[in-house]
């Protein structure tokens, strides 16, 4: 598994010559966020699709 420096490294080298310094700071953010999600999803820490709806909608289980 490849570090986080390592990974920055690899997107960096992906983008064009061209990103400004707003470009690599928002792919970098948008990776992180991608495997933090990746993270909760493999330990279980997600909200079924059905409760968020609910949650959302703000009516009272089995309403």
Same mark, same amino acid.
Do not use: C, F, S, T
């Given at each position: 598994m490849a570090t986080p420096k390592q990974t920055a &490294? #690899? *997107?960096i080298e992906h983008l064009p010559d061209q990103a400004s310094w707003? #470009? +690599?700071?928002? %792919? *970098?953010? =948008? &990776?992180? &966020? +991608? %495997?933090?999600?990746l993270k909760a999803v493999a330990e279980g820490r997600t =909200?079924?699709? %059905?409760? =968020? &709806? /609910? /949650?959302l909608m703000g009516k009272k289980q089995g309403a």
């Open positions: &490294k #690899d *997107l707003n #470009d +690599i700071m928002y %792919e *970098l953010y =948008v &990776k992180q &966020k +991608i %495997e933090a999600g =909200v079924p699709h %059905e409760e =968020v &709806k /609910r /949650r």
